[in-house]
Each structure stands twice: as structure tokens, then as C-alpha cells.
């Protein structure tokens, strides 16, 4: 394989490579590099120390009382207020197997305690995004977050590069294929609701996105002496349409911005933690929107999750759709697919910036 060769979503963009936080965090005393000092950390706004003391609770969406003909209305109703009031909601029984979030747990666990020459051998590659590394670095000056992430586009088939996809632990890419499998298959029959919700069929927004790319993030947050100072993840709003989060161990960290305070999130047992990305509120004109989120760390430690975001394919275009437009004003420019995601590529991650520069006034 060419250095320079655009495969997968290296179509879209690339990152720069910076040291592996885990590594620079296993032989830090003190002194946190200035690259990840945040001075804004400083005039933080929490509101309490959970959802409890906020008063506020995310609401929580029951996935089998969904597609059950006799609580689907009122279950449906819930997801609409959650997607239109909130962007964020936690759904319990899912369906999908305990055994199989068990195995990617573990294969992922296992993979962040390899030797760092061994993660390295699925590092991204110049001008790359997948493999292990971060996201949307442009510059060397550019702050970076406290964390590390290991990446792939899991679908459609046709764009999986499993030549970069670790061999070790040997069961990763097994396990990690049947975990996007499901969480597919789960936003898949979100997003039939969701449409239904925004006024459409059933099927438009699925038929939309059944198709889409996939794209799967393991995120490795390493203890920091000064957890304060840091951000594990910048604040931002996912580029994508649905996205399907697995907190892997207990530990807090999500914090979603929440009347102009950061709420943090407490996932329940067993529960995915789904948003609503910009693409949902472009398509819906900003019915629907996407909430800015960022992850905090501590000093004690290491924090896990896995995310997976489904999105449009290649070829669709990124704008309102008609039905749901009707006679109020346009907000969103539509734009194809391929140029909307080579500026989210081109980006950093910087709040709401990304969807500000689609709307028709910007």
C-alpha cells in the first residue's frame, strides 16, 4: 500500500500523527504538556455533579415498547420530545445480545493495554483517519484532548479495510464486526421511528441511511494528574446522523452542554447513550438537533467507550427534506454528501462551527 494511497475514508481527509496520550500519561509526574493545558477549563459551568443534583434528568427511551403495538404511540412520543428537546436520550432494552457487548469490551480493554509497539502497528497512516491515532489535528499548534481513539469504517463492506484492522487480541476483528453488526441493525430501526416522528413514512429516513457509512471509535481516556486542566474530548456536535454510544466502565466522563451548563450524563446498566448528529437536524431543517457534548477525565482512572456513527453514503446530498420543510423557512443549504463530509475531514472540532457554515445565512 502506497503512503499517499486514498483508501477508505481517506477519501474524505486526513490528521496529522501526535504521541499517544496513554504513553505520554503512563510516564507523566505532574507537569501536564501545554498542548493540553485548556484555559477555559477555568470558567467551567457544571450544572451540579450529575444528573441528579440538576434537577434534570436525559430521558430514557424503552427500545421494545417501540415496535410493541400497544405502548408504541405513547413510547414514540417520548422519542420525539427527547430528539426535539433534549438530542439525547439513553435506550434500555435494546435487544442486542449481552455476549456480544461483552466481547467487545473485552477485545477493546485488551487492545488499549498492548504495548505501545504493538498498537502501533495499526497506527493511521499520513493523510489517513482510520487506525489508531486522533481525529481532526490540521496543525502543530493546534490543542490537543486527553485521549486516544481506534477507528474504522465498518459499512458499507465495500469501504472496510480490514488490512488495518488489528490482529491482535485475534478475536478483535470477529468480535468488532459483530458488534457494528448490531449496533447497524439498532440504528436501522431508530431512525424508521424517528422518520415516522418527523412526519415522513416509516421507511424514508431508514431507506435514507440503510445504505450509509458506518463508522465505529473506541476511545481510550487515560488518567491525568491534573484532570481539571484537560478535555478528553473538545467540545463539539457529531457531523453524522445517529449516534450509538457504549460506556464501557463506570466512570462519568459525557457532559452535555444543557441550557448553557455542561449536565453530566450517568449511563445506566446495560444502556447505549444515542444523539441526534447534524446531519438529522440539517435533514429535518432544525426540528431535530444535535446537541453539543464534550468528555472530561480524572486522575484515577482510565475511561472507555465505544461509539458508532451511522451516516449517509456517498452520492446522497445533506439538506432539508421537502416534506418536512412544507412552508417554513429553509435554514440548511444542501450540499453532496462527498463535499459535507470533506469539510467535517477538514474541520476541527470546534462546537457548532461545522453546522453554522451550512446554514443559508452564514
Same mark, same amino acid.
Given at each position: ?41 477555568? $470558567? ?72 505501545? $509497539? ?7 497512516? +499520513? ?38 484492522? +488489528? ?36 421507511? $424514508? !429516513? ?15 481516556? +487515560? ?80 475511561? !472507555? ?44 472540532? $470546534? ?12
Amino acid at each position: 500500500m502506497e503512503m499517499g494511497e486514498q483508501i477508505g475514508l481517506a477519501r474524505f481527509g486526513g490528521s496529522l500523527k501526535v504521541e499517544s496520550v496513554q504513553a505520554l500519561a503512563a510516564k507523566l509526574s505532574s507537569d501536564i504538556p501545554n498542548r493540553y493545558i485548556r484555559p477555559e477549563r477555568a $470558567e467551567d459551568i457544571v450544572a451540579g455533579d450529575g444528573e441528579e443534583n440538576s434537577g434534570e434528568r436525559i430521558p430514557v427511551i424503552d427500545f421494545g415498547r417501540l415496535f410493541d403495538s400497544e405502548s408504541s404511540v405513547e413510547e414514540a412520543a417520548k422519542l420525539h420530545s427527547a430528539c426535539k428537546g433534549w438530542g439525547f436520550f439513553q435506550l434500555v432494552n435494546h435487544g442486542i445480545p449481552e455476549d456480544v457487548i461483552n466481547k467487545v469490551k473485552q477485545v477493546v480493554e485488551d487492545f488499549f493495554k498492548l504495548p505501545l $509497539e504493538e498498537k502501533e502497528k495499526v497506527a493511521q497512516l +499520513p493523510g489517513q483517519t482510520e487506525g489508531y491515532g486522533q481525529a481532526f489535528i490540521h496543525s502543530k499548534e493546534q490543542k490537543l484532548d486527553w485521549g486516544d481513539r481506534l477507528a474504522y469504517a465498518t459499512f458499507p463492506p465495500n469501504l472496510k479495510q480490514l488490512r488495518l484492522w +488489528p490482529t491482535n487480541p485475534p478475536s478483535f476483528r470477529e468480535t468488532f464486526d459483530a458488534y457494528a453488526i448490531e449496533i447497524k441493525r439498532l440504528s436501522d430501526e431508530l431512525l424508521k421511528m424517528i422518520s415516522k416522528n418527523l412526519g415522513l413514512g416509516l421507511k $424514508e !429516513l431508514y431507506d435514507m441511511f440503510k445504505g450509509g457509512i458506518q463508522i465505529v471509535k473506541c476511545n481510550y481516556y +487515560p488518567p491525568c494528574p491534573n484532570p481539571d486542566k484537560v478535555l478528553g474530548f473538545s467540545p463539539h456536535s457529531d457531523a453524522t446522523g445517529l449516534t450509538v454510544l457504549l460506556q464501557m466502565n463506570e466512570l462519568q466522563g459525557l457532559q452535555i452542554n444543557r441550557k448553557g451548563k455542561w449536565l453530566p450524563v450517568k449511563a445506566l446498566p446495560g444502556a447505549f447513550v444515542i444523539n441526534v448528529g447534524d446531519i438529522i437536524e440539517i435533514l429535518s431543517n432544525g426540528k431535530y438537533k444535535s446537541i453539543e457534548h464534550r468528555v472530561v477525565v480524572n486522575n484515577k482512572k482510565a475511561r !472507555l467507550s465505544i461509539a458508532g456513527f451511522h451516516t449517509l453514503n456517498v452520492g446522497d446530498v445533506v439538506g432539508p427534506i421537502p416534506e418536512i420543510v412544507k412552508g417554513d423557512k429553509l435554514i440548511y443549504k444542501s450540499v453532496q454528501f462527498e463535499e459535507y463530509f470533506k469539510m467535517v475531514y477538514a474541520s476541527k472540532v $470546534e462546537g457548532k462551527s461545522l453546522l453554522d457554515r451550512m446554514k443559508l445565512d452564514a
